[in-house]
């Protein structure tokens, strides 16, 4: 059971970028997916999940209207599309898999490796 992530690197502030998640070894569809951040001496966040289905999804206040969270069932991958980035959004990002529509690091059953976001200001 694997979530590997990948697209993070190094973007100006008021730039985009895409992250993508892709699971293998679990019936993708039974879970929730999310992502979390972690910005060096701070702890991991919440910042946006998706449903079972895709359908519904819900998002940190930090990122609300600038970040969009998405899956595609049939190739159990998750996406954040990363728009209007600033020099807080920093941070190591990690996916996550749960039998919940998580928002706290406690309900993740599953972690991904993470991938680093840098925005230059």
């Known amino acids: 059971v694997q979530l590997q992530a990948s697209g993070g690197g190094l973007v100006q502030a008021g730039g985009s970028l895409r992250l993508s998640c892709s699971a293998s070894?679990?019936?993708?569809?039974?879970?929730?997916m999310a992502w979390f951040r972690q910005a060096p001496g701070k702890e991991r966040e919440f910042v946006a999940a998706?449903?079972?289905?895709?359908?519904?999804?819900r998002y940190a206040d930090s990122v609300k209207g600038r970040f969009t969270v998405s899956r595609d069932n049939i190739k159990n991958t998750v996406s954040l599309q990363m728009s209007s980035l600033k020099s807080e959004d920093t941070a190591v990002y990690y996916c996550?898999?749960?039998?919940?529509?998580?928002?706290?690091?406690?309900?993740?059953?599953?972690w991904g490796q993470g991938t680093q976001v840098t925005v230059s200001s």
């Open positions: 996550a898999a749960s039998t919940r529509f998580v928002r706290t690091v406690n309900e993740v059953t599953l």
């Open positions: 998706v449903a079972y289905t895709g359908v519904i999804t």
């Open positions: 070894g679990l019936t993708f569809s039974d879970y929730a």
